[in-house]
């Protein structure tokens, strides 16, 4: 079991970042009888799985609405694996608009030697 300074150390997120999370329900804690949170190896790869969604450009929003049906288990698998592809499809589109910015700039670079 971990404090919540425990887990915000090895996530690098804030004790701030972890509460909000728990208030918005999108990280399920569990107290002590003295009322601190306590958190285990599943809550750690949660907030690793938060992060890495939130890295794909998912918000905060979408990845609790994720997580709703993932509590509802069998019967959510077609939705989350819908929500996953969106997902993909939106990043695919990012990395497509990136790579045109970094056409543009090698265009520029070379028009700038010219110059």
Do not use: P
């Not at 999370?21 to 750690?44: A, V």
């Not at 998912?58 to 929500?83: H, P, T, V």
Request: a positive charge; glycine letters at 4%.
């Amino acid at each position: 079991m971990y404090k919540i300074s425990e887990i915000a150390k090895q996530t690098g997120l804030t004790t701030a970042t972890l509460r909000y999370y728990e208030q918005i329900g999108l990280l399920q804690t569990k107290r002590k009888t003295n009322h601190y949170r306590e958190f285990d190896d599943s809550d750690l790869d949660w907030l690793r799985f938060i992060e890495n969604m939130k890295k794909t450009g998912m918000k905060l929003s979408e990845i609790k609405y994720f997580s709703d049906l993932k509590q509802l288990g069998a019967k959510s698998r077609q939705k989350r694996l819908e929500l996953l592809e969106e997902q993909k499809v939106e990043l695919i589109e990012r990395i497509k608009e990136i790579e045109q910015s970094l056409n543009f700039l090698e265009e520029a670079k070379a028009l700038t030697k010219n110059c």
